[in-house]
């Protein structure tokens, strides 16, 4: 695609609900990253994906977080038990390995 | 640990006013190095960044950052500030032991005053 894409934009949610937010990555790019913004904590890293595998989790906050990638290509992160720290918007990027990551538009999540 | 640290949370500028964002880097090896842009209610877009070859690097929109190893900086500058520079900027690193995760400084807020 034109760019990489991500759904929703906006998610509101109770605390205790799971969510699932989705990543497609631009056509090609073997590389996938989520992020998270939040105010307090800025910019963070959460997990990496070459492939389907996932060399690096370690940016994943708690056991309540998981994420997957299908078929080399969209990535979905779950959030299980939400909570109100949760509240951030949460950014993917995708690269074709090099150093460049070209991120999408971001999920804002608000869990109430 | 690889860190990023930008000097100022908030700069205000005049409109026609040089722009200066400072960064600097903890690495032992130099790393790839970034300024992302982000617009308000936007995701990131890259501005610049350096890989290898020449320090100085130029950027969209005018904007320009000098690689300086010895003083492990990567400042951003832009000689004359327009309204439309108004947003949060991000420096960020890849260190090279690494061709994943991307380190983020903790931003500046760029105001343009008129």
Redesign the interface.
Request: aromatic fraction near 26%.
């Given at each position: 695609g034109a760019g990489v894409s991500q759904s929703p934009s906006n998610k509101v949610t109770e605390k205790g609900k799971d969510v699932e937010l989705r990543c497609d990555p631009i056509s090609g790019h073997t590389?996938l990253?989520w992020?998270r913004q939040s105010l307090g904590q800025?910019?963070?890293?959460l997990i990496?994906f070459q492939g389907n595998s996932a060399?690096?989790k370690?940016?994943l906050p708690s056991d309540r977080f998981s994420a997957e990638r299908t078929g080399g290509s969209v990535s979905t992160l779950t959030i299980q038990r939400t909570q109100q720290e949760d509240s951030a918007v949460y950014?993917c990027?995708s690269s074709w390995?090099g150093?460049?990551?070209?991120?999408?538009?971001?999920t804002r999540l608000t869990v109430l | 640990a690889q860190s990023v640290t930008q000097l100022g949370s908030h700069v205000s500028v005049s409109e026609g006013a040089l722009v200066l964002l400072r960064c600097n880097y903890s690495s032992s090896v130099p790393p790839y190095l970034f300024w992302y842009v982000q617009y308000p209610n936007q995701g990131l877009q890259l501005l610049l960044k350096y890989t290898t070859g020449a320090t100085l690097v130029k950027g969209i929109n005018g904007f320009e950052a000098e690689f300086k190893k010895s003083e492990t900086s990567f400042h951003l500058t832009k000689p004359s500030a327009h309204m439309s520079d108004a947003a949060e900027y991000f420096c960020a690193v890849i260190p090279y032991s690494s061709a994943s995760k991307i380190i983020f400084g903790s931003g500046t807020r760029l105001s343009i005053r008129p």
């Open positions: 590389a990253y992020y800025g910019l963070e890293f990496y060399p690096d370690s940016g950014l990027a390995g150093a460049e990551q070209f991120f999408g538009p971001g | -």
